[in-house]
């Protein structure tokens, strides 16, 4: 049989640390896009687009980690309420 103790208050706590972390990184990569799009507007020739290539691939791994902390900010929220609610479930039974 399996043991386990969950703080699920502590799981819905870390769900809203890494939805604010991830707003932060958002904000961040926003405004390193801006600086690189800035520069890629007055940047021509074979190195530039070279630049831009790496720069494009730079911003796809931003969107990825982005998607991946949203994916951990769901999860973890979701693990918190139902922790939350089968542990009430549980107390509900033995309550008179």
């Not at 890494?18 to 940047?43: G, K, N, P, T, Y």
């Amino acid at each position: 049989m399996s043991r386990f103790e969950v703080d699920s208050a502590r799981v819905e706590q870390a769900s809203a640390a890494v939805a604010r972390s991830s707003s932060s990184i958002a904000a961040e990569v926003e405004a390193m896009v801006r600086h690189l799009l800035d520069l890629e507007s007055c940047w021509k020739g074979q190195a530039a687009a070279g630049f831009q290539a790496l720069s494009g691939q730079w911003r796809g791994t931003q969107d990825r980690v982005r998607s991946a902390l949203d994916d951990i900010q769901r999860a973890l929220a979701q693990a918190g309420r139902q922790y939350a609610d089968v542990e009430s479930a549980n107390a509900r039974m033995f309550t008179p």
